[in-house]
């Protein structure tokens, strides 16, 4: 059991047969009255994020949510294929538990699949990958203006604004949080 008074970012609760997530949280003492507790929560299932307040010495279940390294290993028709390596189980996953960052993910590579209660309800994939442009307009000289960007297709299909410098074929570094370019690999 935890209480609101000992909420700290990232904690994971039971609330209403919910699994929430705390964001943020602030410990509010108004000089009249009693003091509360205010939060941002998100419905990690849903994804939803609500503000909320607590009465300090509400209490709620601890939920345990497990994050566990699997494979990428396959598409087969609407469902995405997931490897334990330690068990070589396979693991069907629904494109609605993927998430918007999945489409920088090619087959064999190490995800973080959410479960809790053994159901599956997200995938996180590595905050960097490296992927090959596939598609892209050549810079032209001279047209370089303080951060001048184009667009890209990489080697899974996903679109991205790359530096004009980045030619096909290249290797480059994405951040997968913010779908940005980091670096050449």
């Known amino acids: 059991m935890v209480t609101a008074g000992d909420f700290r970012n990232g904690m994971t609760f039971?609330?209403?047969?919910?699994?929430?997530?705390?964001?943020?949280?602030?410990?509010?003492?108004?000089?009249?009255?009693a003091a509360?507790?205010?939060?941002?929560?998100?419905?990690?299932?849903?994804?939803?994020?609500v503000e909320k307040t607590y009465?300090?010495?509400a209490k709620f279940p601890t939920a345990f949510v497990e994050r566990k390294d699997m494979e990428y290993s396959y598409t087969d028709g609407d469902l995405y294929y997931f490897m334990?390596?330690?068990?070589?189980?396979?693991?069907?996953?629904?494109?609605?538990?993927?998430?918007?960052?999945?489409?920088?993910v090619k087959e064999q590579m190490i995800c973080k699949v959410l479960s809790y209660k053994g159901n599956v309800f997200g995938v996180e994939p590595p905050n960097f990958v490296e992927l090959e442009v596939t598609k892209t307009d050549p810079g032209f000289k001279g047209d370089t203006?303080?951060?001048?960007?184009?667009?890209?297709?990489?080697?899974t299909g996903a679109e991205i604004k790359v530096p004009l410098f980045i030619e096909e074929g290249e290797v480059i570094?994405?951040?997968?949080?913010?779908?940005?370019?980091?670096?050449?690999?």
Request: hydrophobic fraction near 30%; glycine fraction near 8%; aromatic fraction near 8%.
């Open 14 to 33: 039971e609330e209403d047969g919910n699994v929430m997530q705390i964001i943020e949280f602030q410990h509010v003492k108004p000089g009249k009255g």
């Open 36 to 49: 509360f507790v205010r939060a941002k929560v998100r419905n990690v299932i849903s994804g939803s994020v």
């Open 55 to 57: 009465n300090p010495s």
């Open 84 to 104: 334990d390596p330690e068990t070589y189980e396979q693991i069907p996953i629904s494109p609605s538990e993927l998430g918007d960052s999945f489409k920088f």
């Open 145 to 155: 203006a303080t951060n001048a960007t184009k667009p890209a297709t990489l080697e």
């Open 173 to 185: 570094r994405i951040d997968t949080r913010t779908g940005e370019y980091m670096e050449r690999a």
